[in-house]
């Protein structure tokens, strides 16, 4: 089982851009995708989840601009990042617990974005 991450790019202030995570192999479904972000000398910090009953949360500093979505049908979780602000600069990271048949967590690749002023 993989967890694939990809959309990371170059983008002006008040651009956008959407994430992707696909998750392959054997699974027998997905109790919960979500992103994290982290820069240099930094934790990681949460971003957005989506839990396997639908319910979504969202860090303070990306309510309103960020959304999780997921398409169960594909293994892949969204991250639309709209509005976008130099301090999102981020390596961004995907995160699932999917059932393989047990829940077991898995951690994507990073992938870079970067917001130019």
């Known amino acids: 089982v993989q967890l694939q991450a990809s959309g990371g790019g170059l983008v002006q202030a008040g651009g956008s851009l959407r994430l992707s995570c696909a998750a392959s192999g054997s699974i027998f479904g997905i109790n919960s995708m979500a992103w994290y972000r982290q820069t240099p000398g930094k934790q990681r910090e949460l971003v957005a989840d989506?839990?396997?009953?639908?319910?979504?949360s969202y860090a303070d500093s990306v309510k309103g601009r960020f959304t999780i979505s997921r398409d169960n049908t594909k293994n892949t979780a969204y991250l639309q990042m709209n509005s976008l602000k130099p301090e999102d600069t981020a390596v961004y990271y995907c995160?699932?617990?999917?059932?393989?048949?047990?829940?077991?967590?898995?951690w994507g690749q990073g992938t870079q974005v970067t917001v130019s002023s």
């Open positions: 995160r699932a617990v999917l059932r393989v048949p047990y829940a077991r967590e898995y």
């Open positions: 989506s839990t396997g009953g639908g319910s979504t």
